[in-house]
């Protein structure tokens, strides 16, 4: 019984984020950026390190994009209504994932700006 509800934990797992990508359009770019990431990644052969930061910068914007999701979901059904406090709910909520969006795209100018501007010189010389 208890494997059988462990595989039902991954299944609901799953149909959550099938719903945050095909209703959320936040996630669809931040799915894009991190499609974007991994092949700038894979041209500039990332050391283990970096691809382990890059991984970690993903996968916090993933997971905060998941949070706000489902506090916005609570919220709409507990405060159907307009109500301050819901709102100021929200807001907070996104303003976490713009603060993980802006970390992690930190750490993708950090790690892949040398690495174009190496490249640009390599061209032009």
Known sequence: MKIRARILSFKYAFQGLKDLF??????KIHALMMLLSVLMGWFF???TTEWCLIVFAIASVLAAEAFNTALEYI???????H???AGRTKDAAAAGVLLTAMG???VGLIIFLPKCYQLLLNLLS
Do not use: C, F
């Not at 095909?22 to 996630?27: F, V």
């Open 104 to 106: 992690a795209a930190t």
């Open 75 to 81: 919220t709409d059904l507990v405060s159907p209504e």
């Open 83 to 85: 109500h301050a406090l």
């Open 22 to 27: 095909t209703t959320q359009d936040n996630a």
């Open 45 to 47: 052969e990332l050391s």
